[in-house]
């Protein structure tokens, strides 16, 4: 079946230690990717989204993600945590063409002081 | 607006009542989403609009679930008779997606609807 899975429910990090936030999917072409940031009581927001070229793609709040092919992956990446990055993230692909996101169920992310 | 903006924020309703949920684009969208989000669980979604196309319903998952909107503006989404598992977050979102081939255009999401069905 196809899917978008978040395998980590929660995770927690010190606030100054990198994040990697790990997604996978399993479509047959290339989807365009995207993640999500909703932080209570807040809508959805973009952090950054793969279409095409460069599998290294620059987001906002210093978030980073890297599509790999051969693992059918698009992991979030932070290098520096900061408390205010604690939020629930979320995996989305848009399977081409359909005008609708497929999401993961997310990660719930904890930041310690 | 600035924003795709949606209401109630809240709504409380008793099982078998009908509800309504109201969404406002961003002015110039001509594509709007609507999504379900049940506790620790991703977006499911429901419905998609696009201009003046016949909408994808694929996602609504029974027959007490339909929408409509108005051109390129408001959408309402009704829930009629509702049930205990209906409860969840609805969100919408627009783009400004144009019709036919691969969109590249990001959708920006609404606060969201948080109704309980009693």
């Known amino acids: 079946a196809q899917s978008v899975t978040q395998p980590d429910i929660h995770i927690t990090v010190s606030e100054g230690a990198s994040l990697e936030l790990r997604c996978n999917y399993s479509y047959g072409a290339t989807p365009y990717l995207f993640w999500y940031v909703q932080s209570p009581g807040q809508g959805l927001q973009l952090l950054l989204k793969?279409?095409?070229?460069?599998?290294l793609v620059q987001g906002i709040k210093g978030f980073e993600a890297e599509f790999k092919r051969s693992q059918s992956s698009f992991n979030l990446r932070k290098p520096s945590v900061h408390w205010s990055d604690a939020a629930e993230y979320f995996c989305a692909v848009d399977p081409l063409t359909l005008g609708r996101l497929y999401f993961g169920r997310g990660t719930q992310l904890t930041v310690w002081p | 607006g600035a924003g795709v903006s949606q209401s109630p924020s809240n709504k409380v309703t008793e099982k078998g009542k009908d509800v309504e949920l109201r969404c406002d684009p961003i002015s110039g969208h001509t594509a709007l989403y609507w999504y379900r989000q049940r506790l620790g669980q991703g977006l499911e979604f429901l419905i998609y609009f696009q201009g003046n196309s016949a909408p994808d319903k694929s996602g609504l998952p029974s027959d007490r679930f339909s929408a409509e909107r108005t051109g390129e503006s408001v959408s309402t989404l009704t829930i009629q008779r509702t049930q205990q598992e209906d409860s969840a977050v609805y969100l919408c979102?627009?783009?400004?997606?144009?019709?036919?081939?691969?969109?590249?255009?990001?959708?920006?999401f609404g606060p969201g609807t948080r109704l309980t069905v009693l």
């Open positions: 979102a627009s783009s400004s997606r144009g019709s036919g081939g691969a969109s590249t255009d990001t959708q920006y």
């Open positions: 793969y279409f095409s070229g460069d599998t």
